[in-house]
Structure formats: C-alpha cells, structure tokens
C-alpha cells in the first residue's frame, strides 16, 4: 500500500463553468488514465529505455520510481488533487516527470508556452487560479516585473531542465525513494487545461480529463503498425499541452522511447535525430521546411527517420515531395485541435498521398460535416467540421469531449451542440471517409456572395518559390462586401508582384485571387506559430502596412462577382 494522499472531494468545478460527464466509457484496451500510462511499459519491459535528455537517460522502472518522487514533492510544495499546476520550462526529462507526477495526484495540468509574453502568461496563471508554478530561470526573469505589479502570487518552484541544480529537482532528490501515491483517480475529472492560441482574442482554456487523454494515446497505438521500441522524438515545446499529449503520453503509452529535443534550429534537430537514432519526429511544417532547405543538413542526418509528423498548419506539397525525395521518409499529416484534444485524423503513409487530404478519422472517432443547423450534408458537400464518438465496433461512444471552456460555459454552449464538438473549420468528406480542411468558419470571405476560403489561396501561394510565408484576409468594400488582400513574406528581395498575379491565376478562379498584395518582412505569430491574421488586418488599416501591387481584374463570362 502506498502512502495516501488527501482527495479535495469539496472541489466543486460547477463553480469554473464545468461539468463532469455522467456517462463514464472505459476505454477498449491499454491505460484508462494518464496516472497508469507507464504501468504495461513496466511491467513488460520495465529495463527499457523510456526518456532520454540532454542530461540523463530513464529507463521505464527509474522512471516510475522518480515518478513516484516527484509526487511526493509536489505534495511537499502543497499540491492537492484539483490544484492548478502551472508549467513553463524548455523540454526536458523533468518537465515531462512533473506532468506525470501531477496526473498520480488528481492535480490538473496547466501548459503555458514559454514564448508567451509575460502578461499573457500572467493573464494564464490568474485566469486557471494556478496554486504552483514550475517555471525556468529565464522565463522568470521576464515575467518578475508582472508578478510584482499583480495581487496573485502562485507559489512559484525553479526548474530548469537539468541544466543547473534548482528547488524542483533537490526536491526531487530528497524524496527518493517515495512508494507510488494511493490516490483514487477519476478518469472524467478535470486534469488538463490546455488554452487556445489566442488568434481571435483572449485564449480560452479548454478543460480535458485524464479519459480524454488516454482514449488519444490508445487510439493511436491502436491504429499504428509501430514497434514497441520505436524512438521518438519531439522539438515542440511539451509546455503546450497537445504537444505534450501528442508526443510525450503518446511515447510512453506505446512503450517506445520518447527523446526531448530542447533544440527547433535544422541543425539542432538534425543533431538529436542523427545521435538518438529518431525514427519518428513530432514536428510543425516550419521545421520539416527548414531541414530540408539548411545546407548544413546532410542527408545521412535523417537516416534513421522513419516517420515525420506534422500538424498545425499546412505544409506545401512541393515541400512534401522533395522532403521524400531527398530523406526517404513520406510525412504524415494529422489534423487535429485543442478542444478535441489533439489529433483527429491522420493520413496514412502506407496508402498513396492524396493532396490537401488530413486523412481519416482516429477509431474512436466520427467525423462529421454539419450545415448551419447541424444536419449533415451529403458526401462530398462542404460545411462546418465537427466530430463525436463513433457509433460503431470496440470504440462505440468511448469518446468524450472536452468538459467545457473553464469559466466560459457561454463558450462551452457554442462548441457543443446535438452530440457533436464543433470545430469551427469549415471542410468536406471524400467517398473513402478523407477529410479535406477548406479554411476556419469564421475566415471565410464572402465576396460578392461568393464563398472565398483563404486557406485555399495560402496554399497555392506557398507553392510559389519567391513567397516564404502568406496570409490572405478579407477586407471590407461597400459594393461587393469584402475583397481579397494577400500579405506576403518573399524569400528574397526580388518579388515581382505583377509575375506573381498572372501566374496565381493560372492556378485559381480569378475571383478567388487577391484584389490587394502587402508585404511584410515579418509574420506576426503566436505561441503556437500561427498567424495572427487580426494583427495583419489591424496593420492594413492603420496604414503600416503599405499596399505593394493591386491587381486589375476583368470582369470574366460566369464569375459571381468582380472587382
């Protein structure tokens, strides 16, 4: 019997907006919380190497016991079951034993970008009531100033990765040797808050219980022809939670090797795959663009890749093909988003590549293409992506959605409607089941009363090799309601914007292309590495952004509108 520890039965999460489901699914096979993702591991192969850094190695058994450690320490700083943990930190072995450690005691999890400005990880900690921070040395320095200017004080614990002695891992240290806590974990309960990115206004948390989690991480082994041993690697920040579900729980539920790169620069990540012997690589497009373009990146770095993820944004298929080509190893594109959580769908490397398709859905899930009531529309027609539990085979209605937007059930009541999580992009189903993201709901423009998906253009835009990132927003016009601005990133100093018309318009309906260019030397981007298209927008009406071309246009026999 391990020691116990004290439940917070009093919690009541009403209070933050939430409800706990009362319909309780198990899940088919493997861990039914994140609290037990190791025990299979451990059991079967506990001398296996589990988590690797850049300054140790675990294997599955030294992991469980630092676990175990590390629980009593949180216990020590005074965390409770229902308690916030805040975390900001570079990835590291100790960041990922923290978050285990918080799941064993019923704590909930809360990531925060270390890249985050300081008052936006202020608002973050306020916002989710944080009782503790774990937080490295330079991202403190930083956000200091804002501590002492706010009432709320967390109580904050250095950790800094490994990189020098600091409170968390003497605390670590000091409770070696701790037995694995007997805490009663209710697999529905709120343990992560993972936040919005934020691209519309304030982030929103999104509230995830542990099944949540977990149903992810089986769904994945389940649909995947992969080895136990298999290595995997991740250069995301873990501090995001997706990331953290996608790349660390992931790993360890599937009994492989996770290995926590602390470096994003191609030479960095190249360095980590090459002397870990990565073979799957948990990435965002910028970076597999990145390795393929940086000269110093030699092909026999990436031998032993197997398998590149990439998710959380698109990826031109020009990039896809020469990745291919030059390393050998075909990408595999998921489709997911925070409030699910993570991953939704996923193509399949062993099928064919079929372009602008994020595959099919995960087992545990079904996807559905909704019109404005919520009614689904026909294979093939396009509407508003939402998603549910399967209804069908070992998976029926194992799926839960998230518990609610924490203190906005407005918010909550917007996303959950008649069984299905809404996503709020806007996308289309093939006849094999494919799912083909067009753009989000609410970036649509709509010119001339014809329906114009920004993503559409942004991807034939990226295909062009004199653009290195775009943006494309509707502005407002009093006669056809909004038209078409393109921002642009060029890759050198020599964009011929005229060429560059002419040319998108071989690829595209004219009025779909853009009636304005802009250019600018940097995209605004947020923690997630997304554009902020309402910050492009706000610099075009300000006037500092400066149009650079505006297009001519005829008026073209059958064209719903023109300008």
């Known amino acids: 019997m391990g020691e116990i520890v004290e439940r917070d039965n009093d919690m009541d999460f009403g209070r933050f907006g939430l409800k706990v489901p009362t319909i309780r699914p198990k899940i088919p096979f493997g861990s039914q919380t994140i609290a037990g993702v190791l025990d299979h591991a451990l059991q079967d192969r506990p001398d296996h190497e589990a988590l690797v850094d850049r300054n140790g190695r675990y294997t599955y058994a030294e992991l469980e016991e630092t676990v175990n450690a590390a629980c009593r320490a949180l216990t020590g700083f005074g965390v409770r079951a229902g308690d916030r943990i805040a975390a900001t930190s570079s990835n590291s072995a100790d960041l990922i034993i923290a978050f285990l450690a918080s799941q064993r005691l019923g704590a909930v999890w809360v990531g925060m970008n270390r890249v985050l400005a300081p008052r936006e990880k202020l608002y973050l900690l306020q916002d989710c009531e944080a009782s503790l921070l774990l937080i490295d040395e330079e991202s403190l320095s930083g956000l200091v100033p804002s501590l002492k200017d706010s009432d709320f004080k967390p109580r904050i614990v250095l950790l800094n990765g490994g990189s020098t002695e600091d409170e968390w891992r003497e605390a670590v240290r000091e409770a070696s040797g701790a037995p694995r806590p007997d805490v009663q974990i209710d697999p529905h309960a709120p343990a992560l808050i993972s936040y919005t990115s934020g691209t519309t206004g304030q982030p929103k948390g999104a509230v995830h219980s542990q099944h949540n989690v977990a149903v992810v991480a089986a769904a994945w082994v389940s649909r995947q022809d992969w080895d136990v041993g298999l290595r995997r690697g991740c250069a995301q920040a873990f501090t995001i939670n997706n990331i953290m579900i996608r790349a660390g729980v992931l790993a360890l539920a599937g009994g492989g090797t996770l290995v926590c790169m602390d470096r994003t620069d191609p030479e960095g990540v190249a360095d980590w795959v090459e002397n870990e012997s990565i073979e799957v690589l948990f990435a965002v497009p910028t970076m597999l663009h990145d390795l393929l373009m940086d000269p110093r990146v030699k092909d026999r770095r990436l031998a032993s890749l197997v398998r590149p993820l990439s998710g959380g944004a698109s990826l031109p298929d020009n990039v896809r093909r020469a990745f291919k080509d030059r390393f050998g190893s075909e990408i595999q ?162 964009l011929d914007l005229p060429a560059l018309d002419a040319w998108l318009k071989t690829q595209l309906a004219a009025y779909k292309t853009p009636k304005y260019y802009y250019l600018t030397e940097k995209m605004p981007r947020n923690a997630m590495n997304k554009i902020v298209k309402p910050t492009l927008r706000d610099k075009i009406s300000s006037g500092e952004l400066r149009l650079a071309h505006e297009s001519s246009r005829r008026k073209i026999a059958g064209e719903q509108a023109s300008g």
């Open 333 to 494: 594109f998921v489709y997911g988003l925070t409030e699910a959580p993570t991953s939704v769908s996923q193509t399949d490397p062993e099928e064919p590549f079929v372009p602008g398709s994020s595959g099919r859905a995960l087992p545990h899930l079904e996807i559905g293409i909704l019109d404005q009531d919520q009614n689904p529309v026909p294979t093939g027609g396009e509407g508003e992506v939402a998603i549910r539990a399967t209804q069908t085979g070992p998976w029926a209605g194992v799926y839960t959605p998230l518990l609610g937007y924490w203190r906005r059930p407005d918010a909550t009541a917007q996303v959950l409607k008649r069984g299905w999580l809404l996503t709020g992009d806007v996308g289309r189903l093939d006849d094999d089941g494919r799912l083909y993201i067009l753009d989000r709901r609410n970036d649509v423009i709509i010119r001339g009363g014809a329906n114009i998906y920004p993503a559409e253009l942004e991807r034939a835009l990226e295909e062009h090799p004199d653009v290195a990132a775009v943006a494309v927003v509707g502005l407002p016009n009093e006669r056809l309601g909004q038209v078409v601005a393109a921002v642009l990133q060029a890759t050198g100093e020599d």
